[in-house]
């Protein structure tokens, strides 16, 4: 939550009706909306790095990251080596993002669906956080602000969908929340028979 606002992905959600009289199926989409949780810094050099990016309204770029606090570089480079030119080709898009490109947000976004794949490390477990879904969480409002149509991958669904529950746990549970999760569930096994 940023001031105090609640944050959301939009998740269409298609729901058939069999229309008794009419003897006919019709197709509805509601909107499964999922309260994007705010991601919280492990350490202190995490916080720092956090606030470092929050400040100048940015996603936290992994190639920044390394040139502001060069005594990580080791451990970025041990945990993400194998997909350093994915962080390099997504530092791009962040930059021409900023500077006004929304095809470069949309791109942004999907790769750092493809880049949450591959976490927890040991850089972002012990050192700078949970970033991965920082930006995640960045990039929907961004593209949510702009007005752009984007739909994110089932797993990220999922996954944005289980911080939510994680989050709001001890309270008492939402029932309409829970059904359009159901039927999003279900149109999702539907799809791969």
């Not at 105090?4 to 989409?29: D, H, N, Q, S, W």
């Not at 080791?74 to 994915?86: E, G, T, V, W």
């Not at 470069?104 to 012990?126: D, G």
């Not at 960045?138 to 990220?156: A, C, P």
């Amino acid at each position: 939550m940023i001031d105090g606002k609640k944050y959301f992905y939009v998740e269409p959600v298609e729901i058939e009706i069999y229309l008794k009289k009419a003897g006919k199926v019709r197709t509805v989409i509601r909107d499964l909306s999922i309260e994007l949780i705010d991601v919280e810094p492990i350490s202190e050099k995490s916080r720092e790095i956090f606030n470092y990016f929050r400040e100048r309204k940015e996603p936290i770029d992994l190639m920044e990251v390394q040139n502001q606090y060069p005594e990580l570089i080791k451990f970025i480079y041990d945990s993400y080596y194998k997909n350093m030119d994915l962080f390099e080709k997504l530092s791009m898009h962040f930059k021409t993002g900023l500077g006004g490109s929304l095809d470069s947000w949309r791109l942004a976004i999907y790769f750092t669906e493809l880049l949450l794949k591959y976490e927890p490390t040991v850089a972002s477990t012990k050192y700078i956080g949970d970033f991965q879904t920082y930006n995640l969480n960045y990039l929907i409002m961004k593209l949510n602000r702009t007005g752009e149509k984007f739909l994110l991958e089932d797993s990220t669904v999922a996954y944005l969908i289980k911080r939510k529950n994680q989050a709001y746990r001890d309270q008492p549970r939402d029932k309409e929340f829970d059904k359009l999760v159901e039927l999003w569930e279900f149109n999702i096994k539907e799809k791969f028979f």
